[in-house]
């Protein structure tokens, strides 16, 4: 295996497959599939859940909801999905544990970098859950943090699309797919991989950014045996 331990980020999202809100029992599936297929290869897999599909705190700003407010309401979203995704993955026989960077000590364990690390040591997925737990941020962010305290070997973005793009591939037939991009590149174009506060986390940590699409079955194993799959940032 190229990489023995890596974070992987999901967006909230992803888990509502082509709904726009929600779950698709389909893809929550696919995901467990895969993630058990890691697991059973001997990877460390931490996850990162965004919430996109439940609540942005930027949608509730548009509904007169304090951006800060709204945030937390996001930040709550991204406990559901951990809290789903882990439903599902131990519906596949792997052992996960939960955690959350807002203390509710009754759901899910607080974060705390140590024990996340010996969860995964001994074998268990651990789902980060709730962001960074600050508002102003993105789970892309909580993803880039999280990969460098655990020292992942790679942050794997999984998304819908198979790569980073000069150009939205869903409007342009003509755009091209980057094989290799720099932090700095990806930056200053702008070419929404991540925000810059991640990216920037990622370029000063030296943290590898690999953006794939992980709705298609078996890639996540491709990803960790080295196959060259979607685009590389470093
Ligand atoms: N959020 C936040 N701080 C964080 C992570 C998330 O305030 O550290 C809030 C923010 O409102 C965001 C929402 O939670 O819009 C859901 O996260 P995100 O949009 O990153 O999810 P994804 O796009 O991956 O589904």
Do not use: W
Not at 2 to 21: F, M, T, V
Not at 48 to 59: A, E, H, K
Request: proline share 2%; hydrophobic share 40%; glycine share 10%.
């Amino acid at each position: 295996m190229k990489y023995k331990r890596i974070l992987l980020k999901l967006s909230g999202e992803s888990l509502a497959g082509e709904k726009e809100n929600g779950y698709d029992e389909k893809i929550l599936l696919s995901f467990a599939k895969q993630i058990k297929q890691l697991h059973s290869k001997g990877v460390q897999v931490a996850i990162v859940i965004g919430g996109g599909n439940l609540f942005r705190g930027l949608s509730g700003t548009d509904a007169g909801i304090d951006r800060a407010t709204g945030d937390t309401m996001g930040m709550l979203a991204t406990i559901m999905n951990g809290l789903a995704l882990q439903n599902f993955i131990e519906s596949q026989g792997v052992p996960t544990r939960v955690m959350t960077s807002i203390s509710m000590e009754e759901v899910a364990e607080p974060y705390i970098r140590r024990r996340a690390i010996r969860h995964l040591e001994k074998g268990r997925i651990v789902i980060f859950s709730g962001g960074t737990g600050m508002p102003y941020f993105t789970t892309d962010s909580g993803g880039a943090i999280r990969s460098i305290e655990i020292h992942a070997d790679i942050l794997a973005k999984g998304t819908k699309v198979d790569g980073i793009y000069d150009k939205d591939p869903m409007k342009y037939e003509d755009a091209k797919k980057y094989d290799e991009i720099s932090y700095e590149e990806a930056i200053v174009k702008n070419l929404k991989v991540m925000d810059a506060t991640a990216l920037s986390l990622c370029r000063e940590n030296k943290m590898p950014i690999i953006v794939f699409d992980a709705t298609k079955e078996g890639n996540m194993l491709k990803l960790v045996e080295g196959y060259k799959i979607g685009t590389i940032v470093k």
